[in-house]
């Protein structure tokens, strides 16, 4: 048999705890209310600004790629001073977006090949500057290649070793082999000979073990 719900009495609904938090609550939103819609008009306002600001980085991201890409394309295909131009307003417009480092790149070799060094360089900077690994990689052994046209082989040396220092495969590899040889044009025989003996412990094989040799035979010949 069901027994019978027990009625609460005037006192007992008075001190219900259910209605005094309904109660206390209805109190603080008519006490509060204007804060209450203002903070909440807040908080809408700083999500569409966010959904505003995450579209327009989208767009101006798939422009860039696009500007990027045929500015490339056409720096593939062949260098004229029109593409050299190209290539400079997609930089110059787009500055440091990751999605323009193809054209980076380009600008800096078509820099390098007019012989502007300073020009390239400052290509070759911005990608080794980049938080992308392999844009790092890139633009390093750039900026150490410049070094070597400019005959500051230490530094070249220098950039080359940290290159090889990230042990990123043949790389890596090739870079400490560039050290070996940049250290010896800069007179650093000692640098030169403890390459040589870093690349023979890590027992190279095939051509590049024919490398390393050869390389040894320099730093002997000194």
Not at 47 to 52: F, H, P, Q, R, Y
Not at 104 to 122: H, M
Request: net charge negative.
């Amino acid at each position: 048999m069901l027994t019978p719900k027990k009625k609460l009495t005037k006192k007992e609904l008075k001190h219900d705890p259910l209605l005094d938090t309904l109660e206390k609550g209805q109190q603080f939103y008519e006490e509060n209310s204007k804060q209450i819609l203002t903070g909440a008009a807040a908080v809408v306002v700083i999500i569409v600004l966010a959904w505003g600001w995450m579209n327009n980085l989208e767009t101006t991201r798939s422009e860039a790629m696009l500007a990027s890409t045929k500015a490339t394309i056409a720096a593939v295909v062949g260098m004229d001073e029109n593409v050299l131009a190209e290539l400079e307003r997609v930089v110059d417009v787009y500055g440091d977006n990751s999605a323009i480092s193809q054209a980076t790149y380009q600008l800096g070799v078509a820099r390098l090949q007019a012989n502007d060094l300073d020009g390239a360089r400052e290509s070759f900077t911005t990608l080794a500057n980049s938080s992308d690994k392999q844009l790092k990689l890139a633009g390093t052994l750039k900026l150490a290649y410049i070094f070597e046209k400019e005959a500051n082989y230490g530094d070249a040396a220098s950039l080359y070793s940290e290159v090889g220092a990230l042990k990123e495969g043949v790389v890596s590899e090739y870079a400490m082999l560039q050290a070996g040889y940049a250290y010896i044009a800069d007179g650093n025989v000692t640098s030169a000979d403890k390459i040589v003996k870093e690349l023979l412990d890590e027992k190279p094989t095939g051509k590049f073990l024919e490398q390393v040799k050869y390389l040894e035979g320099k730093v002997l010949e000194k």
